[in-house]
T-cell receptor, first 113, second 116 residues
Framework: SQQGEEDPQALSIQEGENATMNCSYK?????LQWYRQNSGRGLVHLIL?????REKHSGRLRVTLDTSKKSSSLLITASRAADTASYFC?????????????FGTGTLLAVQP | DGGITQSPKYLFRKEGQNVTLSCEQN?????MYWYRQDPGQGLRLIYY???????QKGDIAEGYSVSREKKESFPLTVTSAQKNPTAFYLC???????????????FGQGTRLTVV
C-alpha cells in the first residue's frame, strides 16, 4: 500500500515563482525523503528529514515535517524550467524493515519559461 | 564509475512468456529493491532484499520472483502469472543502516516492459 499522498497532483508555475508540494502519510516514520523523477527516468534523491527534525534546507529546497499531522512539505524557491519533473515523497516506517521506502503518488511540476 | 544499472531499457514480451529484468550495482550496498510504476502513479514495492540469499515480498509480489545470489545483483523475473505486466520497473539500492534507517536509495534508469 502507498504510504503517502501528495497534493497537488499537478502544479504549473512560471519561472522564478516558488513551488510548494505537500505530502501526507499514515503511520509513524523513521524519516521522510523527497525524490525527483524526470520523465521516463529513474528517481534522484533530493533531501532526507529525520522524524526528530522539523525543517531542513538544501540549496533552493526547503522541507518541513510535522509528525503530529503526519505531513511534510517541499518548497522549491526561484523555480527554473529545469525543475520540471515529478516529485515524490517516501517514508521509512518506524519499526519496519530498516530501509523499506514507501512512496507517495507524486506531484507533477511544470515550470513555464 | 559507481552506480546502479538496469537492462534492458525497453523489453517486449509475448503473453505467456517469462522475462527477466537485470539489476546490477557496484555501490557495495546491502539492500536492493524492485518497484513498479504505472503511468501517472507512484512506485509500488514488489520485492526487497537486505542480504544475500534472503528477500521479502513487498506489496505486489504476486506474479513476480527474484533471487539474490550475489550482493551486486538482484534480477526480477516477471512470470506468466502476472496478469498485467506492462509497466515501468525501477530497481534501487541503499546502504543498510541497522540503527537508524536514515539512508537514501539510489535508483537505476528503469526498464519499460510492454506485453505484445
Amino acid at each position: 500500500s502507498q504510504q503517502g499522498e501528495e497534493d497537488p497532483q499537478a502544479l504549473s508555475i512560471q519561472e522564478g515563482e516558488n513551488a510548494t508540494m505537500n505530502c501526507s502519510y499514515k503511520t509513524s516514520i523513521n524519516n521522510l525523503q523527497w525524490y525527483r523523477q524526470n520523465s521516463g527516468r529513474g528517481l534522484v534523491h533530493l533531501i532526507l528529514i529525520r522524524s526528530n527534525e522539523r525543517e531542513k534546507h538544501s540549496g533552493r529546497l526547503r522541507v518541513t515535517l510535522d509528525t503530529s499531522k503526519k505531513s511534510s512539505s517541499l518548497l522549491i524557491t526561484a523555480s527554473r524550467a529545469a525543475d520540471t519533473a515529478s516529485y515524490f515523497c517516501a517514508t521509512v516506517p518506524y519499526g519496519g524493515a530498516t530501509n523499506k521506502l514507501i512512496f507517495g503518488t507524486g506531484t507533477l511540476l511544470a515550470v513555464q519559461p | 564509475d559507481g552506480g546502479i544499472t538496469q537492462s534492458p531499457k525497453y523489453l517486449f514480451r509475448k503473453e505467456g512468456q517469462n522475462v527477466t529484468l537485470s539489476c546490477e550495482q557496484n555501490l557495495n550496498h546491502d539492500a536492493m529493491y524492485w518497484y513498479r510504476q504505472d503511468p501517472g502513479q507512484g512506485l509500488r514495492l514488489i520485492y526487497y532484499s537486505q542480504i544475500v540469499n534472503d528477500f521479502q515480498k513487498g506489496d505486489i509480489a504476486e506474479g513476480y520472483s527474484v533471487s539474490r545470489e550475489k550482493k551486486e545483483s538482484f534480477p526480477l523475473t516477471v512470470t506468466s502469472a502476472q496478469k498485467n505486466p506492462t509497466a515501468f520497473y525501477l530497481c534501487a539500492s541503499s546502504p543498510l543502516s541497522v540503527r537508524s534507517g536514515n539512508t537514501e536509495a539510489f535508483f537505476g534508469q528503469g526498464t519499460r516492459l510492454t506485453v505484445v
